[in-house]
């Protein structure tokens, strides 16, 4: 069996290096990986490969399938048949981690941790439904920018080592 450790948020930070942890956050901030990021908040995914090198004709069509290739390499996001299907937070499948954004619209959110960060990155408050892996129960909660609301009192996060059978994104628990 397992150890079980319960950590705060700032104890998990540390457990992923301070250099990765830098890599990941430059490369989000890239005007490529931004484009990715703002098409799915704002039509969900997946996103053909093609219409991102259209969105972006001052680039070179092969320059924009490098830079893709290597935020693939990267895991910021993950391309499928000609498509990103996977930008984290956000993945183009049905995932068991659904979040209502301000105004409307659903967008699935690649595991429960990035469902929760998906409130601080656009800086409104979302709903997120999900859940309970236990028993099934519907797990319903509010997360603003600065955390959850009152109704997640009780609920917890489990964390576990991802397996490296090929896959980078988690698609189920």
Do not use: N
Not at 51 to 78: K, V
Not at 98 to 125: F, H, N, S, W
């Amino acid at each position: 069996m397992a150890d079980l450790a319960i950590l705060t948020a700032e104890e998990f930070k540390t457990l992923e290096s301070l250099e990765r942890q830098a890599t990941r956050r430059a490369g989000r901030q890239q005007p490529l990986a931004q484009l990715i990021l703002r098409t799915f908040l704002e039509r969900g995914g997946p996103i053909p490969i093609a219409g991102i090198i259209a969105a972006l004709p001052e680039a070179p069509a092969d320059a924009t399938l490098d830079a893709l290739a290597a935020l693939d390499d990267d895991d910021l996001i993950r391309v499928r048949a000609g498509h990103v299907d996977v930008a984290y937070p956000f993945s183009a499948a049905a995932t068991p981690f659904l979040v209502q954004l301000p105004g409307g619209g659903d967008r699935y959110a690649c595991c429960a941790t990035d469902a929760l960060g998906i409130a601080p990155m656009i800086g409104e408050r979302v709903e997120i439904r999900s859940t309970c892996h236990h028993c099934g129960a519907l797990l319903k909660f509010g997360a603003g920018p600065h955390g959850v609301g009152p109704e997640a009192e009780g609920v917890m996060l489990w964390f576990g080592k991802r397996s490296h059978e090929g896959y980078k994104a988690c698609d189920s628990l």
